[in-house]
Antibody
Framework: EVQLVESGGGLVQPGGSLRLSCAAS????????MHWVRQAPGKGLEYVSA????????YYANSVKGRFTISRDNSNNTLYLQMGSLRADDMAVYYC?????????WGQGTLVTVSS | EIVLAQSPGTLSLSPAERATLSCTAS???????LAWYQQKPGQAPRLLIY???SRATGTPDRFSGSGSGTDFTLTISRLEPEDFAMYYC??????????FGQGTKLEIK
């Protein structure tokens, strides 16, 4: 069974940093690209970042470019999102998902709250 | 960057009625690179349709997708109570990041 479990969300002050993790199981992690999608409270879905299966290629939405870094550890089947210079409009539930394009498999999400 | 516009913003219908949701892209998709998701409160999105018209595993056959170029449609032939939810289209043309539409809320009339 494919499982994606996010962790690392929480309360952070504006300007602060946070690292999200996504633990994957039930599939051969190192053969799939992965991505992050976020959803601000009461808002729609926003594609944040993607990474190729080997970690060489990375992609970012303009809204996070230069502040967020996506990475992966294929030996531990884990996807990461390092978030820096956090702003109020980064507050959202962050989901990881399998593949870089459409995905049948999503995690349950982790909430990031940016507030002083 | 491809922008997706969904209409209507809210659709009010009764069970057993037919629902038609639209998604318009700001530029033509080079191939069948459009998906549809359903999302209920507090849940992750659920993939319904990919490749414009292919149903994901477990998607009931009352859901169908169609379209090409810039205009795409999700049709629910006969609404069931569990179909009332938010619906998002997503394009995955060329390379990431891929965009979502702003969503259509399907509510019970």
């Amino acid at each position: 069974e494919v499982q994606l479990v996010e962790s690392g969300g929480g309360l952070v002050q504006p300007g602060g940093s946070l690292r999200l993790s996504c633990a994957a199981s039930g599939f051969t992690f190192n053969t799939y690209a992965m991505h992050w999608v976020r959803q601000a409270p009461g808002k729609g879905l926003e594609y944040v970042s993607a990474i190729s299966s080997n970690g060489v290629s990375t992609y970012y939405a303009n809204s996070v470019k230069g502040r967020f870094t996506i990475s992966r550890d294929n030996s531990n089947n884990t996807l990461y999102l390092q978030m820096g210079s956090l702003r109020a409009d980064d507050m959202a539930v962050y989901y990881c998902a399998r593949r870089a394009s459409y995905s049948k498999y999503w995690g349950q999400g982790t909430l990031v709250t940016v507030s002083s | 960057e491809i922008v997706l516009a969904q209409s209507p913003g809210t659709l009010s219908l009764s069970p057993a009625e037919r629902a038609t949701l639209s998604c318009t892209a700001s530029q033509s998709l080079s191939s069948s690179t459009l998906a549809w998701y359903q999302q209920k409160p507090g849940q992750a999105p659920r993939l319904l349709i990919y490749g414009v018209s292919s149903r994901a595993t477990g998607t009931p056959d009352r859901f169908s997708g169609s379209g090409s170029g810039t205009d795409f449609t999700l049709t629910i032939s006969r609404l069931e109570p569990e179909d009332f939810a938010m619906y998002y289209c997503q394009q995955y043309d060329s390379s990431p990041p891929y965009s979502f539409g702003q969503g259509t809320k399907l509510e019970i009339k």
